[in-house]
């Protein structure tokens, strides 16, 4: 067998064993789609654990952020989530005002991330309405966006995409949590989201790939003897 026949062989155990994704696929994605609140990911990529939307913590035992199952507003895909402020002091505080999901590589695999992509709209005409995305990489410290006004309105999205092709998410074995800040003027006021979708390519660890290329290599052998 020529070497780019063998290589081509091994790809091929590689692509069946480990049913890695393309470039820029889907990791995990959230539709929002069902009777009541879906808060899980709709679509999940192989070897990928996707966490489900989880509100802020409660301040003071009293919660800071209300989301809800929307629909009949008129847009194109629906559901959508509404997140809004609660009508405690405690979400007063920019920094309290949140949801936040999470993907994880199995073991095995990790995760190089391309970006994430979203769409987004105030739930109603009063200004400002805003969102800001952070990640637990380093501690929720710093804004991968900065405070971003939202500039459309029910029932029409601003698609967004973050790109995530820096250093520090390549290559990722632990999970990775995005905590997706948003703020209103006042409380109980709308910003609405959906397809909430993370993209990227889950590849196997090293010590996988050498595992493949030594199980391709006695099938290589095996088939060379039995011919």
């Known amino acids: 067998m020529r070497p780019c026949r063998l290589a081509s ?3 091929s155990i590689a692509t069946f064993a480990f049913g890695g994704t393309t470039w820029g696929a889907i990791i995990s994605q959230y539709s ?9 990911a709709t679509t999940v990529a192989t070897n990928v654990t996707a966490g489900s939307i989880t509100d802020a ?3 003071n035992n009293n919660p800071t952020v209300v989301l809800v199952r929307t629909t009949g507003v008129g847009y194109a895909t629906e559901p959508v989530l509404s997140a809004a402020r609660a009508n405690f002091n405690e979400s007063s505080v920019r920094d309290n005002v949140y949801f936040t999901f999470s993907a994880s590589p199995d073991a095995g695999y990790k995760l190089d991330l391309s970006s994430l992509a979203f769409n987004v709209a105030r739930g109603g005409a009063s200004t400002p309405r805003d969102y800001d995305i952070r990640t637990n990489l ?4 710093s804004s991968l966006t900065g405070i971003v006004a939202i500039n459309t309105a029910r029932p029409t999205f601003t698609p967004v995409s973050v ?7 390549q ?4 999970p990775i949590s995005f905590q997706v800040r948003f703020f209103t003027a006042g409380v109980s006021q709308n910003v609405d989201f ?3 979708t993370l993209n990227g390519e889950v590849v196997p660890e090293p010590n996988s790939l050498a595992i493949l290329a030594i ?3 006695w099938m290589f052998h095996r088939r060379q003897r039995d011919m």
């Not at 380093?138 to 410290?141: E, R, S, T």
């Not at 790109?163 to 998410?169: E, K, M, R």
Request: aromatic fraction near 14%; hydrophobic fraction near 45%; avoid cysteine.
């Open 32 to 40: 929002f789609t069902g009777a009541t609140l879906n808060r899980t």
């Open 171 to 174: 290559g990722l074995t632990s």
């Open 215 to 217: 199980v391709g290599g």
């Open 138 to 141: 380093d501690g929720f410290a």
């Open 163 to 169: 790109s995530l092709l820096a250093s520090q998410f």
């Open 9 to 11: 062989f091994v790809f």
């Open 57 to 59: 913590p409660i301040v």
């Open 194 to 196: 959906d397809d909430i």
